[in-house]
């Protein structure tokens, strides 16, 4: 049985099958019409719902894609969608901006804006420009309205008060630890030869899934979710991770950043970036917030797609997984993961607990480069990344790894023999940027041409150097980062 507060009302279900995403619960099985499918992919936001939780600094509202949410997730949440807004008679200050802006056009997407800008209003953070864009990322207007939106935006923003949300705020977070509090080890969901199970720990996630061995495990679904909606292959008995107090754990130590499994990309990029700021671009514009949200570091390595974003950052920092099953815990270096496309060395009974990040080496020029369609919420045709140790202006040792030129993410080993030795001041690159046809047999797909991809791999290799040597502006422009890219070490 899964709970979770709805309306102010505690909603208790356990007969759905595992699969029901939050988008068809709210319409054929409460009736509620305001939340659209507009992509069933999580790319438009017109099916954006907000989810409160309990932190230790009180509610924390996010925006996530209903239409790829499992239901299952909503354990322990307080599920507020468009419906729920208004305060009796009265618009909320978010409705009522769109109103007097004339921010909604045909309408389907305008829920979608609004549950976005409800979850901004409630972040109580600054309100610039750049941070309504940031919020407004993952919702696509389809009448290209988007002035209006951003003009109700500001309005919304420009004088936040207390709504009957925040009103209520200390009463909605009792009851949701009350929730949390009664959390057990048995199924979330079950019905007629389906099972979504909600294990309290990693121990009993291995137990799990060594009973179940058909079993997929979820955290965001912002991938898996997508075999149910696009390819509509069921998803039958799941294993939600999310509850194991462990794999939601972020730990440093002198060594090394531990992300838990069920670390989503927004928790942890103050970690992250304390110790790697030039990677801000790149998990910025890891698709939307709605994905950022829900969708796991760990989820992103373990669908091992060949144009996922964080095995390049990874395989160029030294990072590894552990990998646990019912006989223990092995870790295992990332470069040693990937076999072949979507195939990996994880032994059936495995499932990516931690994912392991080195800390921050002294004298290291570090790049992360994403090429994409669109700016912000797209996939990636190349992703390259750029680890180099440097004495002075000499390359003493590279480590270089691409996303979207082979059928896994990879290591370029020829590059990185080209680089080695190479003083990035004096001596030409074009050695190395021509050893990527070494490495690389890219293929031709919708994303991009192969010639392009390795034109490009070239060219950002290229651009590395001319922005270390001041002949461009970077773009890491981020406090504790130099000119040449690298933090000062003291």
Not at 140 to 149: F, K, M, N, Q, V
Not at 180 to 193: F, G, M, N, R, Y
Not at 197 to 206: I, Y
Not at 398 to 420: D, H, N
């Amino acid at each position: 049985m899964i709970r979770f507060l709805h309306q102010e009302r505690e909603v208790a279900i356990e007969d759905l099958p595992a699969d029901t995403t939050v988008l068809d619960y709210l319409r054929e099985h409460r009736g509620l019409m305001g939340t659209k499918e507009g992509c069933a992919s999580g790319d438009c936001g017109a099916c954006t719902v907000v989810l409160a939780k309990a932190t230790d600094k009180g509610l924390r509202y996010s925006p996530v894609n209903a239409c790829i949410a499992p239901l299952g997730s909503l354990h322990g949440t307080e599920l507020i969608s468009v419906e729920d807004l208004k305060d009796g008679a009265a618009w909320h200050p978010v409705q009522r901006a769109m109103i007097e802006c004339h921010a909604s056009q045909c309408g389907f997407c305008t829920p979608g804006f609004v549950m976005s800008l409800f979850a901004l209003y409630h972040a109580k953070t600054g309100c610039d420009r750049e941070t309504i864009l940031e919020a407004l990322g993952g919702n696509l207007c389809r009448c290209t309205g988007y002035r209006p939106i951003i003009d109700a935006a500001d309005q919304a923003l420009a004088n936040i008060e207390d709504d009957k949300f925040s009103r209520r705020a200390q009463a909605t977070l009792d009851q949701l630890r009350a929730l949390l509090d009664t959390e057990s080890e048995t199924a979330a969901l079950e019905s007629t030869h389906s099972h979504y199970f909600r294990p309290s720990n990693a121990t009993h996630v291995a137990k799990l899934l060594a009973e179940h061995p058909e079993a997929r495990l979820v955290a965001g679904g912002t991938d898996l979710f997508l075999e149910s909606t696009q390819s509509l292959t069921p998803l039958p008995v799941l294993i939600d991770i999310c509850a194991a107090s462990e794999l939601r754990s972020i730990h440093c130590n002198n060594d090394n950043i531990q992300l838990g499994a069920a670390v989503t990309h927004r928790d942890c990029i103050d970690v992250v970036l304390s110790d790697y700021p030039e990677l801000a671009e790149l998990i910025e514009r890891f698709g939307s917030l709605q994905i950022r949200s829900q969708g796991t570091v760990a989820g992103n390595i373990a669908n091992a797609s060949p144009i996922g974003d964080w095995p390049p950052v990874l395989l160029a920092l030294g990072g590894s997984i552990a990998l646990q099953s019912s006989a223990g815990v092995r870790e295992l270096p990332l470069d040693e993961f990937f076999l072949d496309y979507r195939k990996t060395a994880q032994a059936a009974g495995e499932f990516i607990a931690t994912v392991i990040l080195p800390r921050r080496k002294a004298k290291l020029l570090l790049r992360a480069y994403k090429i994409s369609k669109r700016f912000e919420d797209d996939i990636s045709s190349v992703c390259a990344v750029f680890a180099l140790q440097l004495e002075g202006d000499r390359v003493t040792a590279a480590k270089v790894a691409f996303g979207g030129m082979a059928a896994i993410p990879k290591r370029a080993q020829a590059v990185e023999s080209a680089l080695s030795g190479l003083n990035l001041r004096t001596d030409s690159i074009e050695n190395a940027a021509a050893a990527i046809a070494q490495d690389f047999q890219p293929i031709d797909d919708a994303r991009a041409s192969a010639s392009y991809r390795l034109t490009v791999a070239a060219r950002l290799l290229s651009r590395l150097q001319h922005e270390y040597r001041g002949e461009i502006a970077t773009r890491v422009h981020l406090l504790g980062v130099n000119q040449a890219g690298a933090v000062p070490h003291g």
